[in-house]
């Protein structure tokens, strides 16, 4: 039986439906870039950043760097209120590792990002090697009256890929990351990457199976790409890496929403690129089609978000 959080057609608990639940109005997320860096890049954590970061490929707001965070906000609402009739904004701080710096900085940073009066929520993207227990204190002081998230970029469960990308931390970290986390009122989002080089499926089953025991509230779903500038580019010319066709994609994205627990909404479904560094893969379509493509997949299995999930977690919504 579906369960009774998918609305009528879909086949996944998408983050626009949790979004209607939680609110009266209608609320959209604006990117920001909040000017930090990253310890994988700086040298705290490891040296070049992962193979396959180029920040820039995903995040289109790393070129308003030079703009204040209050000019970003303003801006990024007037687009999404024009665009899609958004009412109120969660002002999502998008580009590097955003609680890497001292509690201070931080603060006025996120402070600058709330001072509009339609701002009902704040998410915060870093890793999980990057929250002391003085940061998740001051994202917690947030979530009195406001609709905060974390959003971890864990990737995969597994030591042995962590350690080819280079990401500098471990497996431990994202678990330790997560408990410190819940029991806050922050809700918790993990990004991972499906198709990461040496991963087959069961690698892939691994890390939906362990996202859904660790009972977290949201999930964003990317698929491996290769970006210029890249030392995954460097791999992927010399023949070391393959990235997925189109079809393989939405089959596979199909099988881990399966294994996903059905109260875990999923804000994302793919893993975007802007600009011209796009390397591979190149599909040709739309991101509307694509999700469609795994919501008719998992239709045309009888299936849905969930299905084969060990671990079904409470409904945070």
């Known amino acids: 039986m579906i369960p009774t959080q998918l609305k009528s057609g879909d086949r996944y608990f998408s983050f ?36 396959y970061c180029a920040n820039e490929s995903f995040s289109p707001n790393v070129k308003n760097g030079q703009r204040s965070i209050k000019e970003q906000v303003i801006a990024g609402k007037e687009f999404v209120r024009k665009r899609y009739g958004a009412e109120k904004f969660i002002v999502y701080f998008q580009s590097f590792t955003n609680t890497y710096g001292n509690v201070e900085i931080l603060k006025d940073r ?22 002391s227990g003085e940061i998740l204190d001051l994202i917690k002081s947030y979530a009195k009256d406001l609709h905060v998230w974390i959003e971890y970029g864990i990737q995969t469960v ?18 330790d990351a997560v408990n ?9 989002c993990l990004h991972v990457i499906l198709g990461l080089p040496g991963e087959d499926w069961e690698d892939m089953k691994e890390t939906a199976d362990v996202v859904s025991s660790w009972g977290v509230d949201g999930v964003k779903i990317h698929h491996l790409y290769i970006a210029k500038n890249t030392a995954l580019a460097e791999d992927y010319f010399l023949g070391k890496v393959k990235t ?18 059905p109260n875990i909404t999923i804000q994302r479904l793919m893993g975007d690129t802007h600009g011209k560094l ?15 493509l795994i919501n008719h997949e998992l239709e045309d299995r009888n299936s849905f978000q969930g299905s084969k999930c060990k671990h079904v977690t409470a409904n945070n919504c």
Not at 180 to 188: D, E
């Open 244 to 261: 997925l066709t189109l079809d393989e994609y939405v089959k596979l994205a199909a099988n881990f929403l399966e294994h996903i627990s």
């Open 278 to 292: 796009l390397i591979s893969p190149v599909w040709s379509v739309t991101k509307s089609k694509i999700v469609e």
């Open 158 to 175: 597994h030591d042995r890929t962590l350690l080819k990308l280079n990401r500098g931390h471990t497996f431990k970290d994202s678990e």
């Open 110 to 131: 996120y402070e600058q990002a709330l001072e509009e009066d339609d701002i009902i929520g704040i998410s915060i993207g870093t890793r999980p090697d990057c929250v």
């Open 16 to 51: 626009g439906s949790f979004l209607k639940k939680k609110f009266p109005f209608k609320v959209y997320k604006i990117p920001v870039n909040g000017g930090f860096t990253c310890p994988n890049i700086d040298g705290k954590s490891g040296a070049g950043g992962c193979v």
């Open 180 to 188: 410190r986390t819940k029991g806050l009122g922050i809700f918790i």
